[in-house]
């Protein structure tokens, strides 16, 4: 929600310590992995669309999980905040890992605010907002501008829990806020009142019931209209778009006057949202911004063209989660995806298996002139688009092929990095501009076929690393709790980490040196596979070891291949990367010698398959 400052402290206070007991005695199988599929970003349900621990949704009535009944003093946190409560849960962040950058667009955060109480946390825990930063203190109450850019990083080493808890607000909250403060106002007297856990209360609290529209009624579509167009950047565009978006507005309440929300309705509405697309689009507002560095028309289809109709918005969530279709369906899908994008002139993947050095390699490459990146990997932007992420298809894994870049997956898709674009000295593209992306996440070695479907002149860096190396490192990553992505069902180890490979139902009650080198071969040989069916010409290999030898010759190599110019000069050693374990030794795998070395025979075809394909 759009709020009149960065960061708002309301005026209380709660026992940190308490809720941190109270959270304790909940057992760790019952925490999920972030949606989004964000490194070390796990949560636990406290309130959700009919009380399912296992469900998401942001729409439907919002009821109680076991898990909230069974923490008195959290639910008497919330009551004391005197607010209808949606989506609520509670959400930890490993040490060393962030919540990227990004702006929150759809249609929930329209009016929805995010309430932060941090549980356990540390000086190092740093959130980031329109260009302010606040570090939350254990037991205060904050919320934020989620409107404007956003990021959180923990810096340190320990494990941050916080209540984050979605609402519309309330009588009881509305007053809190009236007496809120922001960071810079010093106030004398202000001080946050202390609520204690009050022995033997149960504490009744308001879930959302009501938080969409069968179908959106005249009155919210101009409001969401009005809020908008007062976002914008000035452009020439805008009067056509303001009049054909005004047009939209009375030819809805025509047809709401005649059918309100019954069903006979809905073809009329249908044309009217099919028609409005394509008028905007003749008005040119896919060259329109606004103030918040996003582009106006995936707000635009977020707040109001996607969720206007609820049936429509429905159907669209309950598509079959591995996107088939029928044959001559997908033909034509495909054919309507594969057409490059004005924007994105061919962008580059780095593609490798986890702890490849990929991060060292897109950190040097940032540093090129003209290229944009989102900043770190794209986890959420992908697994964030509905029917993306792997708790939406069964859990298969993190594979993706042309048929799941649908026009509607590739708008999304393409609209969220464009918004998250940055360049080397934090600039967003210029709008209308063709930029140059650059972008790296070792899932999207899975993702080949369908990052080429959805920029069609994508070109792919592979970068090899020589395995031995590989399974050390990612064994210590798995180890060091940093990288778990999933809560897989019915798995008995630990919780997954890094990338979700198809047949990993096969691993369940392996050692973890077996587990590690089927993942790299796996990931290793379908990414293999995908890059030989590609030209020649769309990919190119680098080895890591040669890259530490000589940096400033393989920029140089990459960045011709990819089309850009390089003006820096690279000493001959290189700083650490941000996900750097412990300090780089090309013998450090030895410590895992006794899981390795039995399993290098076995997977030796994929192993020299890969150094061929690196050119050793």
């Not at 798995?491 to 040196?513: D, H, I, K, R, V």
Request: hydrophobic share 40%; with cysteine; charged share 25%.
């Amino acid at each position: 929600m759009k709020l009149p400052a960065p960061f708002i402290q309301l005026p209380l206070s709660f026992d940190a310590d308490a809720l941190a007991r109270e959270i304790s005695a909940i057992d760790e199988a019952n925490w999920r992995s972030h949606p989004g599929g964000i490194p070390g970003n796990s949560a636990l349900p406290l309130i959700t669309t009919d009380g399912d621990p296992d469900s998401d949704q942001v729409t439907g009535a919002m009821r109680p999980t076991p898990w909230l009944e069974r923490l008195p003093y959290l639910m008497q946190v919330l009551e004391t905040l005197g607010a209808t409560w949606g989506r609520s849960r509670l959400m930890r962040l490993s040490g060393q890992s962030e919540v990227v950058g990004h702006v929150d667009i759809n249609y929930y955060w329209r009016e929805h605010m995010r309430v932060h109480v941090p549980i356990v946390t540390t000086p190092s825990v740093r959130f980031q907002c329109g260009g302010h930063e606040v570090n939350m203190a254990a037991g205060e109450c904050w919320i934020f501008d989620t409107w404007r850019h956003h990021r959180v990083l923990n810096q340190g080493n320990e494990t941050r829990i916080h209540l984050v808890a979605d609402t519309v607000g309330g009588v009881g909250f509305w007053n809190l806020l009236e007496q809120g403060r922001t960071p810079d106002r010093r106030e004398p007297g202000w001080a946050p009142r202390r609520i204690d856990p009050a022995a033997a209360h149960r504490a009744m609290l308001d879930y959302e019931s009501f938080n969409a529209s069968e179908v959106m009624t005249p009155w919210e579509l101009r409001e969401c209209i009005g809020f908008l167009m007062g976002e914008v950047e000035r452009s020439p565009q805008l009067p056509a778009i303001h009049a054909v978006l005004t047009r939209f507005a009375r030819y809805w309440h025509g047809v709401w006057a005649c059918h309100g929300d019954r069903p006979s309705g809905l073809p009329s509405f249908r044309a009217l949202l099919k028609d409005v697309q394509a008028a905007l689009a003749q008005a040119g507002v896919e060259q329109v911004r606004m103030q918040n560095g996003l582009g106006l028309l995936p707000v635009l289809k977020a707040h109001i063209f996607s969720m206007a109709l609820m049936a429509d918005a429905d159907a669209a969530a309950k598509r079959d989660p591995h996107g088939a279709r029928p044959a001559g369906e997908q033909g034509r899908q495909e054919a309507r995806v594969a057409t490059r994008s004005p924007i994105f002139a061919e962008p580059i993947f780095i593609v490798s298996p986890p702890r490849s050095g990929s991060t060292l390699l897109f950190e040097t490459l940032t540093g090129a002139p003209g290229v944009y990146t989102i900043g770190d990997e794209s986890h959420q932007l992908i697994e964030g688009v509905e029917g993306l992420a792997p708790s939406h298809r069964q859990f298969h894994s993190n594979q993706l092929g042309r048929a799941d870049a649908t026009p509607e997956v590739t708008e999304a898709l393409r609209a969220r990095f464009l918004d998250a674009l940055r360049d080397r000295d934090g600039n967003a593209p210029a709008a209308g501009a063709a930029v140059r992306m650059l972008e790296k996440t070792p899932k999207n070695a899975l993702r080949i076929p369908f990052l080429k479907a959805v920029f069609p002149d994508a070109k792919f860096i592979y970068l090899h690393r020589d395995p031995r190396q590989v399974w050390g490192s990612m064994i210590d990553g798995w180890q060091s709790g940093r990288f778990r992505m999933y809560n897989l069902p019915d798995w008995e180890g630990p919780m997954w980490s890094f990338l979700l490979t198809p047949g990993w139902q096969a691993l369940n009650g392996q050692e973890l040196g077996e587990i590690v080198a089927r993942q790299w071969e796996t990931a290793t040989r379908l990414m293999l596979d995908d890059l030989d069916a590609l030209p020649a010409e769309d990919w190119i290999a680098v080895d890591y070891g040669r890259f530490l030898q000589d940096p400033q010759r393989e920029a140089l190599r990459l960045s011709d291949f990819a089309g850009w110019s390089w003006d820096r000069e690279l000493g001959a050693q290189l700083p650490l990367s941000r996900y750097t374990l412990s300090r780089p030794d090309p013998d450090k795998w030895r410590r895992h010698a006794a899981a390795i070395e039995p399993r290098l025979q076995q997977w030796k075809g994929t192993i020299d398959r890969a150094a061929r394909a690196a050119g050793l």
